[in-house]
């Protein structure tokens, strides 16, 4: 009954865990671009110069982008067929858990007159826990129109680390979930 007790109790750890660092993602497009004409993509500079994020962390999101275009076959262009932009957004998100079963020491005597000295004793309550949330918007702009033909959208706890390695791990995460369903239609294709 102990080791069922230890294993559900791990279990639910690891599956909140996983669900903190997941993105989630959303996209969005336009039905009358023709997704199957884009070949070639250059960075819209002044749509990314906007991003309110550190340059580093720029070039880290742009470098994965990169990445993850070239492999599915696209080139940087002088004369591009889509432009790529980036917008970001971070909030904090504050969790309250209610009823956590817990034991914890105490003093009586004031409101009991039977019980005075501490103790120890068992109750309800919350924990409250805040964690920042960050959002990376990735638009395809055709740019012979100048118009958005795709929006990408991933949102997910942003790991705020000195660590270097573990930082550019979690952008390329984020870049690759939402570039996942791009072009849309790919994701299906993919599965």
């Known amino acids: 009954m102990k080791n069922l ?3 559900t109790l791990a279990a639910l750890a690891v599956t909140f865990l996983a669900s903190c660092s997941s993105v989630r993602v959303i996209s969005d497009y336009d039905k ?5 004409a884009y070949k070639s993509y250059a960075f819209y500079k002044t749509g990314i110069d906007k991003a309110q994020i550190s340059d580093l962390d720029k070039k880290r999101i742009l470098r994965a982008i990169d990445s993850e275009l070239s492999s599915r076959g696209m080139v940087k262009s002088e004369q591009p067929d889509v432009l790529i932009s980036i917008f970001t957004k971070e909030r904090e998100r504050v969790d309250v858990y209610n009823n956590n079963f817990g034991w914890g020491w105490g003093y009586g005597g004031f409101y009991n007159p039977w019980v005075w000295g501490p103790g120890w004793g068992w109750g ?3 924990n409250v826990s805040t964690r920042t949330e ?6 395809v ?11 990408g959208r991933g949102v997910g706890t942003l790991n705020n680390t000195s660590n270097v390695e573990k930082k550019e791990e979690r ?7 939402i570039l996942e369903r791009y072009p849309p239609g790919h994701e299906l294709a993919s599965n």
């Not at 129109?145 to 929006?151: F, P, R, Y």
């Open 5 to 7: 007790k230890l294993f």
């Open 32 to 36: 009358q671009a023709d997704f199957n």
């Open 124 to 126: 309800w309550g919350s």
């Open 134 to 139: 960050g959002s990376l918007y990735i638009d």
């Open 141 to 151: 702009i055709d740019a012979k129109n100048k118009e958005l033909v795709w929006q």
């Open 171 to 177: 952008i390329r995460e984020f870049v690759n979930q």
